[in-house]
DNA sequence: TAAGATATGAATATCACTATCAAAAAGGTA
DNA sequence: TACCTTTTTGATAGTGATATTCATATCTTA
């Protein structure tokens, strides 16, 4: 997979542009916008949310969900944007324009912190590997209570 | 939280009954049937596949889709049952009888690995803490192509 | 064992997501 | 540019997993 860390906008909408080609797809006002609106609001967003936003920056596209749903998808699969499940708050999805991480989700205000541990990482390839597994993707969530829901905490008893 | 690990299934089934007391719920016959059911067949189960192997050991009781949900729902809640979210395959469920652990995943074949990283968990709680979160919780799933999947693909080609 | 509670199964609803389809837009070609 | 073919779109209906509703059945305790 390319790495995308680096990329400016118009780099990403060219290898947008470039992935659209290769398939033989189009490039469309609501593709655009909703590339554009990932790129230009780096949060972790729910789908719903997303199409809410795309559709507040662009009235005129008048989008609809399935197009928000689609495109995601479309992006995933090529690697511009990543999506983390987080059970029941649902799937959030980021664009892929920064290194790798997971995530520390705090159970009570929802915050996302994000981090990396090259450590884990490695640790997590020697598993696999013991395990006679070729290590192609993984998963991780830490969860627990943020220091200002902390705070909260202990002014609410 | 209690510690499951090493209970006999007597054992399991009076702390299931003390939970039920302690929450003025009742001891049903649907609910020992799920209950022994998990206990005795230590598999990672999807609720549907759970439903029809109570059914199937259980006839007698005509049980309900909804009461396994209910009663799985229950068990979880009271640390007595663990589920793992697989995204597009589903959740499942495992009685919470074995030491934590975390799962490597076969994305072809659905196989699952246990494992555990005394390790890792311990960089978690480091992760944490660096980030002024009181950790709860973990979510690990290692994703990868399991051996014999692997020679599997190698024929195919 | 009767009273008063919760639990149950069947049916229905919900929720996030996917499929369908007619109309619109894209983009290659001349 | 105008045309033509293909893909895309938004609205809508459909799906599958899980939740809820409700009348009846089953527990628990006195
Ligand atoms: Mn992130
Ligand atoms: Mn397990
Ligand atoms: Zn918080
Ligand atoms: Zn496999």
Known sequence: ???????????????????????????????????????????????????LLVKQKHPELNIGIATVYRTLSLLEENGLVSSISLGAQGKKFEIANKPHHDHLICSECGKIVEFENEQIERLQQQIAEENGFILTDHLMQLYGICSECQKKRTKGD
Chains 1, 2 share one sequence.
């Open 1 to 51: 997979m390319k790495n995308f860390e680096t990329m400016s906008y118009d780099e990403l909408l060219k290898e947008f542009k470039g992935i659209l080609k290769a398939n033989a797809l189009k490039f469309t006002k609501q593709r655009e916008a909703i590339l554009s609106t990932l790129y230009n609001n780096p949060k972790h967003f729910t789908s719903e949310c997303l199409y």
